[in-house]
């Protein structure tokens, strides 16, 4: 339980920036639905989409590569410096390619009158992924407070300066008057600087970070191990976040060309909906790497895997409860022109609440040193994401990605248990987990559909929920209680 209990300390604080971060950019949404149009938006949908699909690729799993070999070999100073010395070798001449090859690029994502568009979207990218391993670094050194005061600066200034492009100056004419490109600046654009100057100042607040006892040396041996493990999670990686995004990509270039921008426009403000999901599941991965790393060595370390996925599925399972029954409430985050396609909400909460389980599930094989197993599971996620896409896209729009994103990540959640019983078993209390996933389901379901008819009186379905919760963690909901009084 002491194990447990730290980990949700850690998930908690990792967490803080995660979850206020992505609340307040959740309450730019509005901001942004309003003054946008669909399809402008649908750019912005599309460039944040390629971001991350890119960050994977730019970073090649040596995050995680870091938290194994700083463990392993007890000097992190050695591993952060080699990872260091390969992402900005990498990071520059990834650039340095854009910039040669910047005129094609633009026409084959269709952005060929707009290019700055792409530039600062590699501007941003590049910061990221070189800010990767000075913020895993902060979080093996368990520097929380150094970890989120970065982080909400990051946050802040992107905020600030929306705020400053879409209320300040609009309503402040004055501005052009010293600023006279700023008459230039479209609304996409006014998305995207702000992006570039909080990168930048993210990036330099790591910048004491990147200084380490004895300096860079070079370690070719440790190198090459760290790169030969994180390169399979890279590509699994590349298929994950495919099978995440790649959504995105089959709607722009499989509806027609006049309406697909619109439609992807739709697509993305009505999957900003699950944030709440998607939040909480990024705050825990950010605590449970290096937390399982450490414990992996310790004899309960398969006990505790198994009590924290038991607790963490039936959270999940009351946050995919509440926000279908919410959703009276929800819908006013994003504006009316986007309610079109409210239709899709329910399939892709449910399709994060599963995304989230198989966040869990996966450790095993990083723990275990089968990373190869991570590029099977994700490939078979993202065959069925393409196939169903390019099936049923120009027949049934975005429904057809939203069936397709749940369908995939419940096959990839499947794959993962079945193979992680089989070469990493570990002690699953397969009886609470079935009810807490089934029954969060279907009673999401009845949530979305009673909503319909009698708003948000839906949030009665969370109390069958919350009851049979109580009954099965009893001692453990008493436990914690007995802490906390005390």
């Known amino acids: ?44 949908t599309d460039l944040y989409s390629q971001i991350a699909v890119l960050i994977v690729l730019l970073t090649y799993g040596m995050e995680t590569s870091f938290f194994n070999y700083a463990s392993e070999s007890k000097s992190a100073s050695k591993a952060f410096g ?101 008459q230039k600046v479209d609304r996409v654009s006014a998305v995207l600087i702000s992006n570039v100057v909080a990168s930048s100042v993210m990036l330099i607040m790591l910048l004491p970070e990147w200084r380490i006892k004895g300096g860079w040396k070079k370690d070719s041996p440790l190198l090459k191990k760290m790169i030969g493990y994180g390169i399979p999670l890279m590509l699994a990686g590349l298929a994950g976040i495919a099978n995440e995004l790649a959504d995105r990509q089959f709607l722009k270039y499989l509806l027609p060309e006049e309406t697909s921008l619109e439609q992807l426009g739709v697509y993305g403000a009505v999957y900003k909906l699950s944030i709440f999901l998607m939040l909480f599941v990024q705050a825990y991965r ?49 504006d009316e ?12 909460f449910a399709a994060n609440y599963i995304l989230g389980i198989n966040t869990h599930l996966s450790i095993w094989y990083k723990l275990a040193g089968r990373t190869y197993f991570a590029l099977v599971i994700t490939l078979t996620g993202l065959v069925v994401t393409v196939g169903l896409n390019i099936w049923l896209i120009p027949k049934y729009g975005i429904m057809a990605s939203a069936i397709a994103t749940l369908c995939s990540y419940a096959c990839s959640m499947g794959l993962n248990l079945y193979l992680g019983n089989k070469y990493a078993p570990l002690p699953y209390q397969w009886k609470h987990l079935s009810i807490y996933f089934f029954g969060s389901l279907l009673l999401g379901f009845f949530a979305w559909k009673m909503q319909e008819k009698m708003g948000l009186w839906a949030l009665a379905t969370l109390v069958p929920y919350l009851i049979v919760l109580y009954l099965l963690e009893q001692k453990s909901i008493q436990l914690l209680w007995k802490k906390v009084r005390a």
């Open 82 to 182: 080699a990872g260091m010395r390969a992402l900005v070798f990498t990071t520059l001449c990834f650039y340095l390619l854009f910039e040669i090859f910047r005129s094609p690029i633009s026409e084959i994502l269709r952005y060929e009158d707009h290019p700055e568009y792409l530039r600062m979207m590699f501007l941003v990218l590049c910061m990221d992924v070189l800010s990767a391993l000075p913020f895993a670094k902060l979080r093996y050194e368990e520097r929380a407070i150094r970890f989120v005061i970065v982080k909400m600066s990051l946050i802040g200034v992107f905020i600030l300066m929306n705020v400053f492009f879409f209320l300040v100056v609009p309503h402040w004419p004055i501005f052009f008057d010293y600023w006279p490109a700023l």
């Open 286 to 334: 950010y605590a449970m790497e290096p937390f399982f790393f450490r414990l992996k060595s310790a004899s309960s370390s398969g006990e505790t895997n198994a009590q924290v996925l038991r607790l963490f599925t039936a959270i999940l399972g009351l946050a995919l409860i509440f926000l279908n029954a919410a959703m009276p409430v929800l819908k006013g985050f994003i």
């Open 1 to 44: 339980m002491s194990s447990i209990k730290k980990l949700a300390g850690q998930t908690a604080i990792y967490g803080l920036p995660s979850i206020l971060g992505r609340l307040l950019n959740f309450l730019l949404v509005p901001l942004h639905t309003s003054a946008m149009t669909r399809g402008e938006f649908g750019i912005i």
């Open 337 to 348: 022109k986007f309610w079109i396609g409210l239709s899709i909400a329910p399939l892709l």
